[in-house]
């Protein structure tokens, strides 16, 4: 009978042995998981440190508005481009410059017409 129980316990020792070298050869493995993680999460940060200085500089006001002057060829605006509210009437036409219909051209129309 003893020598039944012993063996029966034997068993349970090399059986809760194996559980446990099993569990810690996985917990192994989920801490070189978080190690990689964290040093990945570490690189985006610095990613986004290298971006965000990058971005800075290139939204500095100084550089933008060489840039603009440079290629947009943009003019100062004089004062004869604004308009009273009282003279706005008499400077918008009654009819737009450009009649499409006469020239044949009726893009969304044609659009339109091809989706039917």
């Given at each position: 009978?003893?020598r ?9 020792v ?6 446990l ?14 190690a990689?993680?964290n ?31 440079q ?26 410059p ?19």
């Open positions: 009978m003893l039944a129980f012993n063996a029966c316990l034997v068993v349970a090399l059986v809760s042995a194996y559980v070298y099993s569990l810690e050869h996985s917990i192994r493995g989920i801490e070189r998981q978080i990689r993680s040093a990945a999460i570490a690189n985006e940060k610095e990613t986004i440190g290298l971006l965000n200085a990058e971005w800075s500089s290139l939204i500095r006001p100084d550089r933008l508005q060489r840039l603009a002057e290629y947009l060829e943009l003019k100062r605006i004089s004062p004869d481009q604004f308009v009273k509210i009282n003279e706005l009437a008499t400077r918008i036409p009654d009819e737009p450009v009649k499409l219909e006469e020239q044949g051209k009726d893009a969304i129309g044609d659009i339109l017409k091809a989706m039917e």
